[in-house]
């Protein structure tokens, strides 16, 4: 059993553009896949004319294990897809944000619920506790 859930479509692995946002939005709705970052400058392999450059993974287990045994390499980053999602301009303040984007996470962030119907809903409601974080958290 994996640490981390299973990527959408184990045959899109790696199809995705290299470029993508980085962290937010609260909420998920898949994993794409995961990925390890390589930096010539930390000690990776210069394969790329001195660019960093990454390797992807269907599963978190396998990004890890080569992260570990690869010099320059970082620790494994999930790129998820948000269908919706929590922007947060400003403390306290939340903007339910309705269009896909491509993120990359640190893999811990997955601990967050996965987008439900009402997930988003509660938390932007008159009727959400204070802390309306307690919702991602599943604490409310």
Request: proline share 9%; charged share 25%.
């Amino acid at each position: 059993m994996s640490l981390y859930p299973k990527v959408k479509d184990p045959k899109l692995v790696g199809s995705y553009p290299a470029v993508a946002k980085a962290g937010g939005g609260y909420v998920w709705d898949a994993v794409l896949e995961y990925r390890v970052w390589c930096y010539p400058h930390d000690g990776a392999e210069d394969s790329e004319n001195g660019n960093d450059y990454n390797y992807v993974f269907e599963t978190y287990e396998e990004a890890l294990a080569f992260s570990n045994e690869t010099k320059g390499a970082q620790e494994p980053l999930a790129l998820v897809l948000q269908e919706e999602y929590i922007e947060g301009p400003e403390p306290e303040q939340y903007k339910y944000v309705i269009e896909q984007r491509i993120t990359e996470w640190p893999p811990e962030f997955l601990s967050r619920p996965q987008r439900t119907e009402k997930i988003i809903p509660e938390f932007m409601s008159p009727n959400a506790p204070s802390n309306k974080l307690d919702i991602i958290r599943g604490l409310a």
